[in-house]
Antibody
Framework: QVQLQESGPGLVKPSETLSLTCTIS????????WSWIRQPPGKGLEWIGY???????NYNPSLKSRVTISLDTSEKQFSLKLDSVTAADTALYYC????????WGQGTLVTVSS | EIVLTQSPPTLSLSPGERATLSCRAS??????LAWFQQKPGQAPRLLIY???NRATGIPARFSGSGSGTDFTLTISSLEPEDFAVYYC?????????FGQGTRVEI
């Protein structure tokens, strides 16, 4: 059974960089697209971006200038970095397996506050 | 960016009733449309992918239909555990987007 687990700081200061890692267990990295999706409290879902099993990335244009997603195949982890965060980046951050988003992590709440 | 509009925003029904949820795309997404269920405090769960294919372990009371710009999720007979928020999502092009959700409540 595939399992995904997010990890990282739950509190980030404004203007700093949000960094999260997702650890994949119970399944193969290929041929999937490993994705980050976020959900502000009480609101809907926004796809941040993905990295493919062979390292191709695609980012939401609304966040593209601030986002980097990377993949470590040896550790079976992929990571999200979001630069210059503001309060608007406060959200529950999920990692998930694409293309069908059939497996999700449980989510990690990141609050942007000084 | 493709905009997905879900209707109605809220659906008030009773257990045993039929639920019909709609998702309309601002341009064709072919059949690249999925449906998710989200309960409070939980991650979304994939119900339907590519418009009409049930995901693994999803009960047969959930069905999806449609293509192009108009899609429907039908729950044939609501069980108590089906009261939740439902989202549609496309994978036709980038960026992938989600609808704003339909809440199914008692």
């Amino acid at each position: 059974q595939v399992q995904l687990q997010e990890s990282g700081p739950g509190l980030v200061k404004p203007s700093e960089t949000l960094s999260l890692t997702c650890t994949i267990s119970g399944g193969s990295i290929s041929p999937y697209y490993w994705s980050w999706i976020r959900q502000p409290p009480g609101k809907g879902l926004e796809w941040i971006g993905y990295i493919s099993y062979d390292g191709i990335t695609n980012y939401n244009p609304s966040l593209k200038s601030r986002v980097t997603i990377s993949l470590d195949t040896s550790e079976k982890q992929f990571s999200l970095k979001l630069d210059s965060v503001t309060a608007a980046d406060t959200a529950l951050y999920y990692c998930a397996r694409a293309p069908h988003l059939d497996y999700w992590g449980q989510g990690t709440l990141v609050t942007v506050s000084s | 960016e493709i905009v997905l509009t879900q209707s109605p925003p809220t659906l008030s029904l009773s257990p045993g009733e039929r639920a019909t949820l709609s998702c309309r795309a601002s341009q064709s997404v072919s059949n690249y449309l999925a449906w998710f269920q989200q309960k409070p405090g939980q991650a979304p769960r994939l119900l339907i992918y590519d418009a009409s294919n049930r995901a693994t372990g999803i009960p047969a009371r959930f069905s999806g239909s449609g293509s192009g710009t108009d899609f429907t999720l039908t729950i044939s007979s609501l069980e108590p555990e089906d009261f939740a928020v439902y989202y549609c999502q496309h994978r036709s092009n980038w960026p992938r987007t989600f609808g704003q959700g339909t809440r199914v409540e008692i």
